[in-house]
């Protein structure tokens, strides 16, 4: 692997391209050819993040005081740069992460979809106003930026999860410090010159490349950062949440899950099979909304498992720029020691390996971090491969004797995020709706994905702070402020309410 040709990206700080204080370098390769280095990323520590939260503090007053639909100006302006730059960035997208290339356009496509939703909330941010119990008085509220917000991204939708924090953020007026997951940086370095080719004002979005460790906690203790949103893995989050809990930051965080497709017996199984395998292998299942546990009503067990393995059996892996690839490297060595750590788990607690579970080898797959679709059966609710998140392409299947016994397993995890069931009876449906423990609940569509003006999020282990995108988002992103004006001045004291 040589480096010496490689282009050295940079920091975005106080609108200037930076090197980092460490003066060192990583490279990042991609996941379907790993000699192939895209670039080499500043190595940026503490003394960088608290550089990028200063220009940050200094540019606030400056975009807070700037009018949102001014602010709206810029994010339209960015919307209309992302649309002429799409292929170049769905491509970074593929050649960084390593999902397929439609994939990779349906997630700038995504990112396309919140910044037009954030844009518009700029001739909207309403606050209300009611009637005062006192007289001569005017109530009402209104919204204001938080101050300087950390955004703490992972590497599975590189360009899209931070585009639905950045863009609601910054039109509440917020200044923000972008730190994207260290294997992405690539991605989040072409979003920011979107922004900055929009004329964002020098100091509003700072981004800072490096190991998360070190520059995610420098933001979460810096006095100068306000509130952090966070996605990522439960572990960081819960650590992220009580550090800054201890110094009353406020949190949004986004983390795991472990979805499950309820199929009863009287579901549409060629559509219900559709929608569990984009679930369970699309992306190749790293991503937060995966499928990662299916749970059948017996009377259909077996007719299902033939047509399950017969259509995961024609999927086809490889290099996500192909354009007929199904499913794709994981993103990194280090997923991909977790995928197959999993396995090997899996099949020591004795579950039924009957799909995959193998990296093939030989050509390209001995260039990247290829994993097999893989199905387990006769999974016990209390294996590990049942209730840790595994973020790869790996499927337990169930049975259940009916839809209660089907929410129980499907309630019978720590996580909460993504949930589905297949049937035509509304009666059921409606049963599961009410019942099933998840922030998402689809009926007869996969777990994946979300539509970017409802709000996204989960229960229990999976996230905590309000839901991201939504109305939700900017109630995250800014504060409300209650106003009272006694225009007689004097009614309180007069009419001696409390
Ligand atoms: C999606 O499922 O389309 O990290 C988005 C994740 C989620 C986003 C998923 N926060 O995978």
Redesign the pocket.
């Known amino acids: 692997m040589t480096t010496s040709e490689t282009t050295a990206y940079k920091n975005f700080i106080g609108g200037a391209w930076t090197t980092a204080d460490s003066g060192k370098t990583y490279p990042v390769t991609n996941p379907a050819s790993n000699t192939t280095v895209i670039g080499e990323f500043q190595t940026s520590g503490a003394s960088d993040a608290l550089r990028a939260a200063e220009a940050a503090k200094s540019a606030l007053p400056g975009w807070a005081n700037t009018p949102a639909p001014a602010r709206a100006a810029v994010l339209f302006k960015a919307l209309e740069i992302m649309r002429r730059r799409f292929d170049e960035m769905a491509r970074t997208i593929t050649i960084e992460e390593g999902k397929p290339l439609a994939d990779a356009q349906g997630e700038v496509k995504?990112a396309m979809n919140i910044i037009e939703y954030a844009a518009g909330e700029g001739r909207r941010m309403f606050g209300y106003t009611t009637p005062s119990e006192i007289p001569n008085t005017v109530a009402y509220t209104v919204r204001r930026p938080l101050g300087v917000v950390g955004i703490i991204t992972?590497w599975?939708?590189p360009i899209?999860?931070p585009a639905w924090k950045i863009a609601p953020a910054l039109i509440c007026g917020n200044a923000l410090v972008f730190k994207p997951a260290s294997g992405t940086p690539f991605s989040a370095v072409k979003l920011v010159e979107i922004f900055e080719e929009a004329g964002l004002p020098p100091g509003v979005l700072n981004l800072i490349t490096g190991p998360g460790s070190v520059v995610g906690n420098a933001l979460v203790e810096s006095p100068l950062v306000n509130a952090i949103s966070f996605?990522?893995s439960t572990e960081v989050g819960t650590d992220l949440y009580a550090s800054s809990a201890r110094v009353l930051k406020k949190v949004q965080a986004?983390m795991g899950?472990k979805n499950a497709v309820i199929l009863l017996a009287d579901a549409d199984l060629d559509k219900a099979l559709g929608g569990i395998i984009q679930g369970a292998f699309g992306s190749t299942g790293?991503?937060?909304?995966?499928t990662s546990r299916v749970i059948v009503e017996d009377a259909i067990y077996d007719e299902f498992m033939e047509q399950l393995i017969d259509r995961t059996s024609k999927l086809k892996l490889g290099n996500g720029m192909d354009a007929d690839v199904d499913v794709s490297p994981l993103a990194s060595k280090n997923q991909y020691d977790t995928v197959m750590e999993y396995i090997g788990i899996g099949t020591e607690e004795g579950a039924d390996l009957i799909f995959g579970g193998h990296s093939p080898s030989g050509g390209i797959f001995d260039e990247g971090y290829y994993i097999e679709p893989t199905i387990f059966a006769g999974v016990e609710q209390d294996m590990r491969i049942a209730q840790e998140e595994i973020f790869g392409p790996v499927l337990t299947v169930f049975r259940a004797s009916g839809l209660e016994d089907a929410i129980q397993i499907s309630n019978n995890v720590k996580f909460g995020l993504?949930s589905s069931i297949y049937t035509k009876d509304l009666t059921q449906a409606f049963e599961y709706i009410n019942t099933v423990e998840a922030g998402m609940v689809h009926v007869n569509a996969p777990t994946?994905?979300?539509e970017v003006h409802l709000p996204?999020g989960g229960l229990k282990s999976s996230g905590v702070g309000q839901r991201?995108q939504g109305v939700e988002a900017f109630d995250f992103f800014s504060e409300v402020i209650t106003v009272y004006i006694d225009h007689a001045a004097a009614a309180r004291q007069q009419a001696r309410f409390i």
Do not use: D, K, M, V
Request: net charge neutral.
């Open positions: 995504r992972p599975n939708f899209a999860i996605t990522g986004e899950g790293q991503r937060c909304t995966a993504s994946l994905g979300g996204f991201e």
